[in-house]
């Protein structure tokens, strides 16, 4: 299921004045509930989500970088789109950062799995990770804080 097709469904949804939405396509299901100023979308795949292999690539993905309103040096890293988030290529591997470790533009931070496809967020800035706002293997939502990094 593609993302464009998500929020076209969303908009749909609004002109028509709907509250709730589900369906499910090729193994995924997709239920979305409107109720505050944003719609609530969660997706779940049937099957387990595939992990990396050693060597195997991910998909680059454009993480949004946003500055804390209170403190100019603090950065929030925000998921690009709606899937689930892994600190790590696979379950015995070791988190691509840790709280503490300083950061470039390039370095991998997490991935976000969307519609069975593994993709790399990259820090796009040069700092220290001073927090990690979601938990390893846990569904993110679109502009969903992930990290806190002070840009340095």
Do not use: W
């Not at 060597?55 to 500055?67: E, I, N, R």
């Not at 600190?87 to 950061?103: N, R």
């Not at 533009?105 to 796009?124: R, S």
């Amino acid at each position: 299921m593609q993302l464009e097709k998500v929020k076209e469904i969303i908009d749909l949804m609004t002109a028509n004045g709907l509250a709730e939405f589900e369906m499910e396509e090729d193994g995924v299901r997709l239920s979305i509930k409107k109720g505050g100023a944003a719609p609530v979308v969660q997706t779940v795949a049937a099957l387990a989500p595939p992990v990396l292999k050693a060597g195997q690539a991910a998909a680059p993905a454009a993480a949004q970088v946003a500055p804390v309103a209170d403190d100019p040096r603090m950065a929030v890293i925000k998921a690009p789109f709606v899937g689930t988030f892994y600190l790590s290529p696979a379950s015995d591997a070791e988190s691509y950062v840790t709280v503490g470790q300083e950061v470039s533009p390039e370095t991998v931070l997490c991935i976000v799995e969307a519609m069975k496809v593994m993709n790399e967020i990259k820090a796009e800035i040069k700092g220290i990770v001073r927090e990690m706002l979601v938990e390893n293997a846990h569904a993110v939502q679109y502009g969903q804080p992930l990290f806190k990094i002070e840009k340095t």
